[in-house]
């Protein structure tokens, strides 16, 4: 029981560092699409 409860927790870590990188990345790359737009502006 607790190996599967350790299994299950450690599971579920990688899957919120995942998604928590998955939402930075997309964060970061409307940034500096914002940010290339605003260069590009006269």
Avoid: W
């Avoid at 029981?1 to 964060?27: N, P, T, V, Y």
């Avoid at 409307?30 to 006269?42: C, G, K, M, T, V």
């Amino acid at each position: 029981m607790a190996l599967s409860l350790s299994l299950l927790s450690r599971g579920s870590h990688d899957l919120l560092m995942k998604g928590s990188f998955l939402i930075g990345s997309s964060f970061f790359l409307a940034l500096s699409d914002d940010f290339e737009s605003l260069l590009q502006a006269p």
